[in-house]
């Protein structure tokens, strides 16, 4: 069963953006799709199991964003 979580990045202002935050999140282990609305910084994570918020913000930390909020 999959599990989809959304969260908020502050930050991203292009389709770069984007591609950063995707990649990132797309190597943590599990997560099978992710979502982005760049107006709303609004970040859907699908993944296998539940994420650890921490693995969430170092993946977006290392695009170089910052995670605003979660809403797992």
Request: with cysteine; charged share 15%.
């Amino acid at each position: 069963m999959s599990s989809t979580a959304t969260y908020t990045v502050t930050g991203m202002t292009c389709s770069h953006c984007v591609s950063a935050v995707t990649g990132e999140l797309s190597a943590l282990q599990g997560v099978t799709d992710v979502r982005i609305d760049l107006a709303t910084g609004a970040v859907a994570v699908t993944s296998d199991a539940p994420l650890a918020v921490d693995d969430v913000r170092a993946a977006v930390d290392e695009a170089g964003y910052e995670l605003a909020a979660a809403d797992a």
